[in-house]
């Protein structure tokens, strides 16, 4: 197997990238003197795909949603045992979870390197499905699935999603539906582990001390081939306009939760420059240095621990999300679009983007002393068709003429407000 070495340029760092002849991804990120390793091993599959066609049939299949954090449970068993049981031989930490785009497993060590890897390649790759066990881990998960309900902000999320999205299944929750798992049978398992498990639709990532010989000796030892076969994910037509402007409902909280977002159409691929400008725009708009937020702290409308911000976005969906606590969320949804509209007008002070570009830059750099943020990073923008150095050197060289782009493109008419009250 033939490796690229990919630099970092001025980052200073660099990590090895090949494609293994079963098809896996790799992606192997030394760094000496971390103390600890980080491995994970993903894969393009997460909770919206529950419609999809297989390059080798004729026509898309429907499945049961929540199938893809049931097989994240399940992988973890065997014939011969459960993989945490077999982790605790080695003194490996691990862990697994399911997002809306994607499945990842992972552990980190610092000792015992590879038998922890070696246990990790060889679970992920052994399924073991039978009635008995499917059935007992659907009670499992479904009081998974009921806690959930009476979780604040998960609620609040979830009412947010559903008013912004008609039909893309981004609005289902990740894990399903008491209902919907009911219907999951070993053979779906087996159907959807067999069309996302392969190995041409997954990465593998470590960070920290290794000798990469090794680790490819033990790629070559442990992976099994696939077969070239690709998957399209199928989705419903999504209008850009939103389904509903609002939503609410009440539970047990001190101090009303909120979300409130802008809707983007979300078919067309976003790279990495684009990715970064709108980072720093919601930095430039929202940081804790930002003329919004000194604003609503000083009215007393939110509180500094709970206010945040995000770009959200992936397969046919894209949104840019405020969060936090507030006794006036309308209050606080108005002073945002109030300031987008200011800066539409004003434009962006030179100013405020170099400092919110600099000091997005600043954090990024600083999370690659960490072997996890290393990783992770890694894996996820892989995994979307995207480069870690690509990401940085387009923050690095990124125009304020590239950020307005972001700014005058958002459509401020498509907003959601999605508020939980108090008993």
């Known amino acids: 197997m033939e490796l690229e070495r990919v630099s970092g340029g001025g980052v200073g760092d660099f990590y090895y990238h090949g494609r293994h002849p079963s098809g896996l991804e790799i992606f192997l990120y030394p760094k000496e003197r971390c103390s600890t390793t980080y491995a994970i091993f993903g894969t393009r599959y997460g909770s919206v795909d529950n419609c999809f066609q297989r390059s080798d049939e004729a026509a898309p299949e429907q499945v049961p949603e929540g199938i893809a954090h049931y097989l994240e449970h399940k992988l973890f068993e065997s014939e011969d045992g459960d993989a945490f049981a077999r982790y605790a031989r080695t003194g490996a930490s691990a862990n697994a979870y399911t997002s809306f785009e994607t499945t990842s497993y992972l552990f980190s060590c610092s000792d015992h390197l590879y038998e922890s890897l070696e246990i990790l390649l060889d679970f992920v790759q052994s399924p073991y ?24 902000q998960w ?76 998957v399209r994910r199928v989705f419903p037509e999504e209008p850009d306009q939103v389904a509903a402007h609002s939503v609410e409902d009440v539970l047990s909280v001190s101090i009303p939760l909120f ?17 970064a400008a709108m980072e720093v725009l919601l930095e430039v708009m929202a940081s804790q240095a930002s003329p919004l937020f000194r604003n609503l702290m000083d009215r007393g409308l939110i509180n500094e621990s709970s206010f945040g911000y995000e770009f959200f976005e992936g397969t046919g969906f894209a949104t ?28 962006i002070s030179p100013v405020s983007f170099e400092c919110a570009r600099r000091a997005l830059y600043g954090e990024n750099l600083s999370a690659l002393n960490s072997t996890a943020n290393i990783a ?35 459509p401020l008419e498509e907003h959601v407000l999605s508020v939980i009250w108090p008993l």
């Not at 059935?135 to 499992?140: D, L, R, S």
């Not at 997954?202 to 442990?222: I, N, P, Q, S, T």
């Open 155 to 230: 609620q609040v999320m979830f009412q947010y999603l559903q008013a912004m999205y008609h039909a893309h299944p981004i609005r289902q929750d990740i894990a399903g539906t008491v209902e919907s798992i009911a219907q999951i049978t070993p053979e779906y398992l087996y159907r959807c582990y067999d069309t996302f498990y392969n190995l041409g639709n997954m990465a593998l990532v470590l960070a920290g001390k290794f000798d990469v010989d090794r680790v490819l000796e033990l790629c070559d030892k442990m992976l099994k081939p696939s077969a070239p076969v690709t």
């Open 129 to 152: 499905f039978t009635k008995e066990t499917v059935a007992k881990e659907q009670g499992i998960i479904g009081q998974e699935i009921k806690m959930y309900d009476d979780d604040p």
């Open 259 to 275: 979300q409130f977002g802008y809707k983007l159409p979300g078919a067309q691929r976003r790279g990495e420059e684009e990715l």
């Open 320 to 347: 840019v999300i405020f969060s936090g606590e507030s006794r006036e969320p309308a209050t606080v949804a108005s002073a945002i679009t109030k300031e987008f509209t200011r800066l539409r007008k004003e434009g």
């Open 376 to 410: 992770n990073g890694i894996l996820n923008l892989a995994l979307k068709g995207r480069e870690l150095f690509t990401y940085l050197h387009a923050l690095e060289n990124l125009t304020i003429d590239q950020v307005t782009a972001q700014l005058n493109a958002l």
